[in-house]
């Protein structure tokens, strides 16, 4: 016969879960008209997998987070149909299955009571915790099911083998699979993982070799079979991007800084008063020492099963703490990556409740129940957050109507909106313009002609503008039609002067035909309102715009444009301020950014003498960086591009075109007409899974390939070419222009890296360090054959025009001059190589990553504030340097005081990883001198530090004096009051 306990406790069993399916059935209906974008893409990939297009194994676009959550709401789309409803049901599927588990484990622990307690704080959960249990957002439901099912296994087994027992084998398979799924979800399982093998290390010790052991890996493996299918046929890309993505924090910082703002975010207490967190707070500490006592109670009576139920508990609450806090997530204001604890906290307040149970009888479900109080007012939040987005969808619904009845296939919209793909069940792509996750639908948005734009999304308005494009510009953007004017470069030689803002001629680097060299404007704290570009004219010219190209994709955000007759006449307006688009045209329509981003600016033609372009500053931050500067001109108009493709794709097939370089426009044409019988390099086809990859525009010479151009820019294109020694045939086919190798012109030599950079409409070169050790390298051989000194000496200097800091070029040189007797020639050959690569300041620092400072030169003589000195830093760096990922800081002190700075990315203009001989790499620095200095003699510190890190010195090993990681230099800067200023105290 049962006791009245039992009775009393079957029955508030039944009655809290009756309340926990309640609550999800609730939250699931409120929840069906959410928009988080996240869930927009788990809706598809639902969809994908119950049609059968697909099984993704992880969320769209990215090479984690893994697919188990959204499987589950695809068999309920089998079953009911594909729904919002459906899919929010998936997902509170997972998590109404972790409340079994935490209630096992919360009884393991301490007892039933235990159990129910833990039951009744998890019925809801905290504000920051339910939402991921109900609200598909990608997996994270399944990593709190699969973390709360390894440790309660572990605990469940480990207490069976104390007793010197074995515990179950299906025990250690349920263990292996449960992990295996998690680990698959998300590397955040690393925590439950971790937890589980350190209390197996612990308790088992030299049983692990057991075959029950060996049985729980070879399950883990089977249930993130998955994970490891696709890593193997990926490169390992999880593992790579783990690798690079996940940057190591200020642990101190995010301890006690960041990681309780994120708890409070957790517990539904980041907008409450003062005194309500702090009361939420105090009976949650109440609870949780509770139920650490009853930890230490367990250990000292031998209780097993509870000791270590609750050690798995506390232990996976401190691994979890650590790697968030050692870790950059804790940089996302956002709770999620802390709501796996909340099962494990449920169970100690499960065991805390029974401590003081046993103390105060009823009145210890005060604390949990008033928890439980504070967790019910989300609920209110939740109704709020459902009605305004069901409000939100039905305006995305008549959206959805609006572009269906025009017609439109394929609609640029934000990804904050990715939801309207699954509401339109993806008759219409809507697709961001970055950061698309979806490949097919990238692809999709990539081929149509007739593209639209919601709003004015993207800037496009002023892309129509800016580029002299139009459109029908309604509540949806369409119809675009590209400028009516034909355009070409103005030769170089008809360019007199480009003033950049500083006030230098950047002619030659902005028109040498290398992205390799260009202009820029880095950071600056204060920069100026306005900056100037002026383009001055060798005689009056018809100008009707400009194209700028920047390597790295940095251009300012806004620009004006004027024009003037002559020197002495005014500015006129040629182009009013506009915002700077990511939008450029390619063929009848516009594309947006990607590597073939460009700067496109069209005005009415007028005859000018000088052009000036503004650049305005909205943001103090923003930079800019120009490798190409093309003037514009008008030209006759040619064919349109649509009407000459039949004429091209016959022209490629006569050509035998293996491999084709041509404009994005092209390229989705030519994949359509000839698919797979033709590789077009370079396409922008790459989803999000690989955006965190630098894009690299090499091109790669084959006998079958092609480089398809505009006529207009077809000099571009030769002019690279021939800098190269690339001889290919120029075949005009409609408006474009082929270059192709002819019969036999086709030599091995070119399939080497001859550092040719696409940019979509034209060929440049880059790599200039790469083509000088080819140079060098014909250099050597040429002069072994012949022996002839005066083409060794041409040779050298070619190769020294490309890269004048190779330092061993001019003492292979100084050495055939003196073999050949020349011993005055040698002599200044050896002066130019010493000075070269020797610091006038040695000072040997080498720092932790492997770099070595090896000295530097700094303008000698006293200065004064606001004057500009030249430093040069000469460093040596390894070859597996990765590029970009450290800066160096330089700090000028008076009195042990930093007054100024010239901190900035270490090597950023080099390229480090081709090191054909041991390499000094020399950093030319220009650094202003602050106009409100005091004068004195300034010491000079240094040292390295990862950018992405706070507090992140790079340890050093010198003679020189050191603190906190920073070296003081043998070197000193006197600067004296300017003149007519008294010296500072």
């Not at 409803?85 to 935490?102: D, E, M, R, Y």
């Not at 590397?187 to 075959?211: D, H, P, S």
Request: hydrophobic letters at 50%; charged letters at 20%.
């Amino acid at each position: 016969m049962m006791e009245k306990s039992d009775v009393l406790h079957r029955r508030l069993l039944i009655v809290v879960c009756a309340v926990c399916a309640c609550v999800r059935v609730f939250l699931v209906w409120n929840t069906r008209f959410m928009l988080d974008p996240d869930a927009g893409v788990v809706a598809l990939m639902a969809k994908h997998m119950a049609e059968g297009v697909g099984f993704p194994v992880f969320f769209y676009g990215q090479p984690y987070m893994g697919s188990l959550e959204p499987a589950v709401s695809a068999a309920l789309f089998i079953i009911f149909g594909a729904s919002e409803l459906a899919l929010c049901a998936g997902t509170a599927l997972i998590g109404l299955c972790v409340l079994p588990v935490a209630y096992l484990w919360a009884r393991d622990a301490a007892g039933r009571w235990a159990g129910l307690a833990a039951l009744v704080f998890l019925a809801l959960g905290p504000a920051g915790y339910f939402p991921y249990l109900v609200v598909p957002r990608g997996g994270y439901a399944v990593i709190i099911l699969a973390g709360t099912l390894v440790l309660w296994l572990s605990a469940r087994i480990l207490s069976v083998e104390t007793r010197r027992e074995r515990a179950n084998w299906r025990l250690f398979t349920g263990l292996g699979l449960a992990a295996g799924a998690g680990w698959w979800t998300s590397a955040l399982e690393a925590a439950a993982i971790g937890t589980a093998g350190l209390l197996f290390l612990c308790v088992m010790r030299r049983r692990l070799a057991a075959w029950r052991v060996f049985l729980a890996g070879l399950a883990f493996f089977a249930g993130g079979a998955p994970f490891w299918i696709w890593n193997i046929r990926h490169d390992w890309a999880s593992f790579a991007y783990l690798a690079g993505g996940v940057q190591k924090a200020p642990f101190l910082d995010n301890l006690l800084k960041r990681m309780p703002e994120r708890f409070l975010l957790l517990m539904g207490l980041d907008n409450v008063s003062d005194w309500w967190a702090a009361l939420v707070l105090i009976l949650l500490g109440l609870l949780l020492l509770s139920g650490l006592l009853f930890l230490f109670r367990s250990l000292r009576r031998g209780d097993r099963r509870a000791a270590l139920s609750l050690i798995a508990a506390a232990l996976f609450i401190l691994f979890l703490l650590f790697l968030f806090c050692d870790s950059n997530f804790a940089r996302l204001r956002t709770p999620r990556y802390l709501a796996p604890l909340v099962p494990a906290l449920a169970v100690l307040l499960g065991a805390g409740t029974v401590w003081l149970f046993e103390r105060v009888r009823w009145a210890a479900a005060i604390p949990l129940l008033a928890l439980v109080v504070c967790q019910a007012g989300a609920l209110g939040q939740a109704l709020d957050k459902s009605e305004s987005q069901r409000a939100r969808r039905k305006e995305l619904a008549a959206l959805i109507e609006e572009v269906r009845a025009a017609g439109h296939d394929v609609v640029y919209r934000g990804f904050s909106d990715y939801w309207l793909n699954f509401m339109s069940r993806e008759a219409v792509c809507f697709s961001p313009l970055e950061g698309e996750r979806y490949a097919p639908s990238f692809e999709r948005a990539e081929r149509t002609d007739s593209p639209a734009v919601a709003g004015n999304y993207g800037y496009v308005r002023e892309f129509l503008f800016c580029s002299g494009g139009t459109a029908r510009c309604d509540s949806v953007v369409s119809g675009f039609r590209p400028p009516a004017m034909a355009e070409r470069p103005i030769a170089r030689d008809r360019i007199a002067a480009m003033i950049e803002p500083g006030g230098e001629d950047v002619l030659d680097r902005l028109t040498d035909g290398s992205v390799d060299t260009f202009v820029e404007r880095p950071f600056a704290a204060r920069p100026p309102p306005e900056e100037y570009f002026t383009i001055t004219f060798r005689d009056p010219t018809r100008v009707s715009g400009f194209r700028l190209l920047s390597r790295n994709h940095v251009y300012p955000t806004r620009m004006r444009v004027e024009g003037r007759a002559n020197a002495g006449a005014d500015w006129a307006i040629m182009k009013n301020e506009v915002i700077v688009p990511k939008f450029y045209w390619s063929g009848p329509r516009p594309f947006w950014g990607g590597r073939f981003r460009r700067l496109e600016c069209r005005f009415d033609p007028a005859l000018l003498s000088e052009v000036r372009i503004s650049f305005t500053k909205t943001d103090p931050r923003a930079i800019w960086q120009f490798a190409e500067l093309d003037m514009q001109e008008p030209c006759p108009a040619s064919i349109p591009e649509s009407e000459a493709l039949p004429g091209l794709l016959e022209g490629l097939k006569a050509a035998r075109i293996g491999r084709l370089y041509c404009s994005r426009w092209v390229a989705a044409k030519v994949r359509d007409a000839l698919g797979g019988a033709m590789e077009i390099a370079l396409a922008e086809t790459e989803p999000k899974i690989d955006s965190h990859k630098p894009p690299s525009n090499s091109i790669c010479l084959s006998e079958s390939a092609g480089i398809l151009v505009r006529a207009e820019d077809a000099d571009l294109t030769r002019r690279a070419l021939a800098r190269r020694r690339v001889k290919m045939i120029g075949l005009p086919i409609g408006p474009w222009v082929l270059f192709h190798f002819g019969p036999g012109q086709w030599d091995a030599v070119y399939s080497l890296d001859h550092g040719l950079y696409w940019s979509g409409y034209a060929c440049y070169t880059c790599r200039d360090w790469l083509w000088a050790w080819t140079l060098f390298q014909r250099a050597q051989s040429d002069f072994a054959g012949s022996g002839d000194i005066d083409m060794a000496i041409a040779d050298a200097e070619e190769v020294l025009a490309f890269c004048p800091h190779w330092q061993p070029v001019m003492s292979w040189l100084a050495g055939r001059l003196k073999d050949s007797g020349r011993l005055s020639e040698a002599r200044q050959w050896e002066a130019k190589a010493d000075r070269l690569w020797t610091p006038d300041t040695p000072c040997a620092i080498r720092f932790a990553n492997g770099v070595e400072l090896a000295g530097i030169s700094m303008a000698a003589g006293p200065l004064h504030p606001g004057a500009v000195f030249n430093v040069r830093y000469f460093f040596h760096c390894p070859a597996d340097y990765p590029r970009n990922s450290k800066s160096v800081f330089v700090h000028f002190r008076l009195n042990g005081k930093v007054v100024f700075q010239d901190d900035h990315v270490l090597l950023e203009n080099h390229d480090t990883n081709f090191q054909p001989f041991p390499m000094i790499y020399v950093e030319d620095r220009d650094v202003c001198i602050p106009a409100n200095v005091p004068a004195g003699t300034y010491e000079i510190g240094l040292g390295l530090y990862d950018p992405l890190r706070e507090m992140s010195r790079l340890a050093m090993s010198t003679q020189l004096p050191a603190y906190r990681r920073m070296a003081t230099l043998p070197v000193s800067l006197e600067i004296r009051a300017s003149p007519g200023r008294g010296s500072a105290e």
